[in-house]
């Protein structure tokens, strides 16, 4: 069955603003159109329903029984097709000031609150959503475009986006306070191996760039847990259960309330670069908080990034 051509929404708009107005000049005033233009736009759909939709005289015009049928039916569309439109604008308009970040642990949960918060106090204003990932699924994030803004923990295959340092640390190995260790001041690298390793999963940037170094320094760890959950990670390793390698940041909280302890490794360079990340194009994409996310890169570029020339 052969689906029926719907009128254009612009002959319908002819049509009630003629009847509205009781006149084809009052309809071309109200549509901002020359009279001669709202007349063949009835008469098209006039033609397109196969009826006489209006009466023309000395009185203006006035609705037919076809007319006077179609005329609330026509109303209410554009009606609906008005306040669709106007709900799809506001949806972009939010979306556009909403800056995506995407951010591996470490930042996302020790450092872009404060970055955050301060650079809101500039007077920035705009709106954030965060998602916390291992750093590939932020690379990711960043080159689909799922997120304006991206950070992760260790360098990887950033091929083909900018990339910004706005950090660096040393990864420490984590030891309950009971730890044997916890009476040294630093830790042989060699003195790792066979000691029970509690880790996050494989794709974790510190996890990473802890076994990177490992390797580079002739030590290779097999984990006796591995967990998504840097908590479980935490909870695990004050329960007495080894060691780990994290970020000071991750255990700062811990550490001063007496549960965990930190000591350097020796032997291994466990120095990292914490970077931001967005793609190298400049042009700006309906529906991204591209203006927002320029903004914050900047800041970070002035505030927060490293100055290597000290």
């Known amino acids: 069955m052969q689906r ?10 002819a049509f009630v603003a003629a009847i509205e107005a009781g006149t084809m000049g009052g309809a071309a005033e109200a549509l901002d159109l020359t009279q001669s233009a709202v007349t063949k736009r009835i008469a098209r759909l006039e033609a397109q329903l196969g009826t006489v939709l209006l009466e023309r005289g000395r009185y203006g015009v006035r609705p037919t029984g076809p007319g006077g049928s179609l005329y609330p039916e026509a109303r209410r569309a554009l009606e609906t097709l008005r ?15 909403t800056l995506r970040i995407t951010a591996s642990h470490t930042v996302g949960e020790y450092l872009l609150p404060d970055w955050l ?24 994030a960043v080159r689909e475009g799922d997120a304006d803004l991206g ?24 030891i309950s306070t009971e730890h044997r260790w916890a009476a040294r001041r630093t830790i042989a690298v060699r003195e790792l ?3 029970p390793y ?3 999963e494989p794709a974790s940037g510190t996890r990473t760039v802890a076994e990177d170094a490992l390797a ?4 290779r760890l097999q984990p006796a847990l591995e967990a998504q959950s840097l908590e479980t990670v935490k909870r695990s390793v004050a329960g007495g259960g080894g060691f780990s390698l994290l970020s000071p940041l991750a255990v700062a909280h811990e550490v001063d309330a007496g549960s965990l302890a930190t000591r350097q490794v020796r032997g291994v360079d466990l120095r990292r670069e914490l970077r931001a990340v967005r793609r190298r194009t400049r042009t700006t994409v309906p529906g991204t908080g591209a203006e927002p996310a320029r903004q914050l890169w900047r800041w970070l570029a002035a505030e927060v990034a490293p100055d290597d020339r000290a």
């Open 151 to 174: 950070f992760v923990e260790h360098g990887g295959d950033a091929s083909g986006l900018e990339t910004l340092v706005v950090g660096r640390d040393e990864l420490v190995a984590v």
């Open 117 to 140: 918060a301060t650079h809101r106090r500039t007077g920035a204003t705009f709106h954030a959503t965060m998602r916390i990932a291992n750093s590939p699924a932020v690379l990711e």
């Open 216 to 219: 580079k320094a002739g030590v």
């Open 193 to 195: 191996v066979g000691e």
């Open 83 to 97: 306040r669709a439109t106007e709900l799809l604008r506001e949806e972009r308009t939010a979306r556009h000031e």
């Open 198 to 200: 509690i880790t996050r």
């Open 4 to 13: 029926p051509i719907l009128p254009s929404t612009h002959d319908l708009e």
